[in-house]
């Protein structure tokens, strides 16, 4: 596929037309504080497992309403609770779950304690076995995640999996090997939003790192791409007409690009040119706006939605060596 969207020099300058609530600030202020009448019950079970190098601990603490969610700390064999550690907090793409430990030996290897967070509801799309269900019910919505609740920002989806993904950088604080002055979040596609979600909610984080985010510029999306999951909510318009305002009235409870407008901590992005999943200009969207002093953009420009894959990891490496090695 060729490049489709604004050309590069466009693409770093543009804004999104997204409209942020005048309750934004408020609506989630009022969510975390609800969320937290919960106990976090932050539970760490030990998993024997024939690898060497590291220690897999299984993890179930309370996000929205409570609802158990689960999670593999994966550190490095021999980490001892007087030498904290500089922690990951990852968050999966859009359908998939925590899957199998031995899928996160990389950043354990390099010397970080690494939370991967199990995404509620997800997990059976094929590639990685999620273990948290969501509880919660939902009107009429098209298959997917995308319109759950999509009519009402309290009952919308993303409201619990981005409270599940605050209540897991609280969960992996908590735990005696981990350096709770030292924690990013990163995460690809899905991931990569819920990681700027994370980085607006939660002021103090080291470092936040997106890869080819998804969640960003909704208003964008929804008319550019035919791919799937933003074309959930093309589809859902297309059956509920007359629909659409109170549709784009909730997602701008949930644009990233409203939460990278509030995020302070260094911030690393990446996108690729080719991308029809999550078009550049949403990520660009989110990058022109972010509010913390250092961020960067890495551009690939003749990939699709694998962005940089494993180059990107690499660089990931060596520019988190600057925020979480003290």
Known sequence: ??????????????????????????????????????ELDARFDEVSLPLTGVRVLDVTYAGFGGHPVRGWLVVPAGAEPGEPLPAVVEYIGYGGGRGLPHMHLLW?????????????????AGWAQGD??????????????????????????????????????????SHPLVDASRVAALGVSQGGGLALAVGGLVPDLAAVAADVPFLCDFPRATTLTDRLPYQE?????????????????????????????????????????????CPPSTVFAAHNVYAGSERSMEVYSFNDHEGGGPYQQAVQLRWLQGYLRS
């Not at 354990?108 to 059976?124: E, I, K, L, P």
């Not at 920002?153 to 999996?161: A, G, K, N, V, W």
């Not at 093309?234 to 549709?247: D, H, I, M, P, S």
Request: charge should be negative; aromatic fraction near 12%; charged fraction near 25%.
């Open 108 to 124: 354990a290897t390099a010397g970080y304690a690494h939370f991967v967070m199990d995404t509620r509801g997800q997990g059976s």
């Open 132 to 173: 948290t269900p969501d509880p919660v019910g939902s009107a009429p919505a098209h298959p997917g995640f995308m319109t759950r609740g999509i009519e009402d920002p309290h009952e919308y989806y993303y409201r619990r999996l981005y409270v599940d993904a605050v209540r897991a950088v609280e969960a992996v604080r």
């Open 1 to 38: 596929m060729p490049q489709f969207d604004l050309p590069l020099e466009e693409l770093r300058s543009y804004r999104s037309r997204s409209v942020e609530p005048d309750d934004f600030g408020a609506f989630w202020e009022k969510t975390l504080h609800e969320a937290r009448q919960h």
């Open 233 to 277: 909510i093309a589809l859902y318009l297309k059956a509920r007409r007359g629909g659409q305002e109170r549709v784009f009235q909730t997602l701008s409870y949930f644009d990233c690009v409203h939460f990278a407008a509030r995020g302070r901590a260094p911030a690393l992005f990446s996108a690729a040119l080719e991308d029809q999943t």
